[in-house]
């Protein structure tokens, strides 16, 4: 019995965008908040403020990725290594953004 292999490019697709849309959600949340303009423009819904926008906004960065990489990597053969070390990169830039101490510091505040 033969196992048929399936290319990579759907997997690497969905953890690359995973990770996008997590530094997306990262980037937004740190401008909406040094940038009371920003913030008032991601004001969706204002009960949560800027929150609501940021969130949306940085889904549909995520969902948008997803789409095209798929796209593009579908019947492909990605190395799963690099998406791996790009995509963690992209999350662990995301924490630091949306840690208070850290983006304090980067307003200097």
Known sequence: MSVEQQPTGSGAAAILAAGMGSLALGVFAFAGDAVPALGRAFTFWQPT?????????????????????????????????????????????????????????????
Do not use: C, E, H, Y
């Not at 593009?72 to 953004?97: E, I, K, Q, T």
């Open 49 to 109: 403020g800027a929150l609501s926008g940021v969130t949306i906004t940085a889904i549909a960065v995520w969902l948008i990725s997803w789409f095209v990489l798929s796209r593009r990597w579908a019947s492909r053969d990605v190395r799963l290594g690099p998406v791996n070390a790009a995509a963690f990169a992209m999350l662990a830039a995301a924490l630091l953004l949306t840690f208070p101490p850290v983006m304090d510091a980067l307003q200097g505040k």
